[in-house]
């Protein structure tokens, strides 16, 4: 028997006008997600605006992203990002340093083995929405964890539906951010990112307060931790610390 994934995937879809939007926002609406199964088995590809439609996701249309954090190997402090009010889902929240999707334009964000993709990915977005260069979020320097399944709500008409790729990258990065996807951004350590969850008038992207909820403040523990004779924090001194061999479903 197909699992919702698969029949939605089958599906007929619905579609939306978005002319009333940002229009380089509309423009990235184009872009190809690649689509999966509750295992994360790719099953095909769909514009990042079909996936993103809550008539669609409750159809079970489910697709595969990433969520980065980035940490100041001298501190330990976590960068984090306020999205842009131009953004189609979730503006103006506090979010992780970068989430976003490997696509289906690009085959080496198709690349499955050792996270290639999701990581090529992850990297190429933290140009694009930070300006962080590439060269400074080498791919094989992202430590991943693990995965999980969500399914979040945006607003009445977009949401987002997940398998989600945790990944840690402990660098010295340089941020000019991209005014048309970042409001606004800083670094925190665990005490300050508690008081921000804690001030009712700051709010935050689901998924990133699904992974603080549940893995975040235990992994960041860990890396503090685990810091090096020269008192930096490196990422890859978690490896092992969770299983990401399976989807941890979340729904």
């Given at each position: 028997?197909?699992?919702?994934?698969?029949?939605?995937?089958?599906?007929?879809?619905?579609?939306?006008?978005?002319s009333?939007?940002?229009?380089e926002?509309?423009?990235?609406?184009?872009?190809?997600?690649?689509?999966?199964?509750?295992?994360?088995?790719?099953?095909?590809?769909?514009?990042?605006k079909?996936?993103?439609?809550?008539?669609?996701?409750?159809?079970?249309?489910?697709?595969?992203?990433?969520?980065?954090f980035?940490?100041r190997?001298?501190?330990?402090?976590?960068?984090?990002?306020?999205?842009?009010?131009?953004?189609?889902?979730?503006?103006?929240?506090?979010?992780?340093?970068?989430?976003?999707?490997?696509?289906?334009?690009?085959?080496?964000?198709?690349?499955?083995?050792?996270?290639?993709?999701?990581?090529?990915?992850?990297?190429?977005?933290?140009?694009?929405?930070l300006?962080?260069?590439?060269?400074?979020?080498?791919?094989?320097?992202?430590?991943?964890?693990?995965k999980?399944?969500?399914?979040?709500?945006?607003?009445?008409?977009?949401?987002?539906h997940?398998?989600?790729?945790?990944?840690?990258?402990?660098?010295?990065?340089?941020?000019?951010?991209?005014?048309?996807?970042?409001?606004?951004?800083?670094?925190?350590?665990?005490?300050?990112?508690?008081?921000?969850?804690?001030?009712?008038?700051?709010?935050?992207?689901?998924?990133?307060?699904?992974?603080?909820?549940?893995?975040?403040?235990?992994?960041?523990?860990?890396?503090?931790?685990?810091?090096?004779?020269?008192?930096?924090?490196?990422?890859?001194?978690?490896?092992?610390?969770?299983?990401?061999?399976?989807?941890?479903?979340?729904?």
């Amino acid at each position: 028997m197909s699992s919702p994934a698969v029949l939605a995937a089958r599906a007929v879809l619905a579609s939306i006008d978005l002319s009333n939007y940002d229009p380089e926002q509309s423009r990235l609406m184009d872009e190809k997600c690649i689509l999966v199964d509750e295992q994360d088995n790719a099953i095909g590809a769909m514009d990042k605006k079909t996936c993103h439609l809550m008539e669609n996701i409750n159809k079970g249309l489910l697709h595969r992203a990433f969520s980065a954090f980035v940490f100041r190997p001298s501190d330990g402090k976590l960068l984090l990002q306020q999205r842009a009010s131009e953004k189609i889902t979730f503006p103006d929240m506090w979010t992780n340093t970068c989430c976003s999707h490997p696509l289906d334009d690009f085959e080496e964000e198709k690349i499955e083995e050792g996270q290639l993709g999701v990581r090529s990915a992850a990297s190429r977005k933290l140009e694009h929405e930070l300006g962080i260069p590439r060269s400074q979020t080498p791919v094989d320097e992202f430590q991943y964890l693990t995965k999980i399944h969500y399914l979040a709500p945006s607003n009445g008409m977009w949401g987002e539906h997940e398998v989600d790729y945790i990944l840690f990258l402990t660098a010295d990065v340089t941020v000019t951010p991209n005014k048309n996807e970042i409001r606004d951004h800083k670094y925190v350590d665990k005490a300050e990112l508690q008081a921000m969850f804690n001030d009712s008038s700051n709010s935050f992207t689901p998924w990133f307060k699904l992974i603080a909820r549940d893995f975040l403040f235990g992994w960041w523990d860990t890396l503090v931790e685990r810091k090096g004779f020269d008192g930096r924090v490196y990422a890859k001194t978690l490896t092992g610390v969770a299983d990401g061999s399976k989807v941890i479903k979340m729904v």
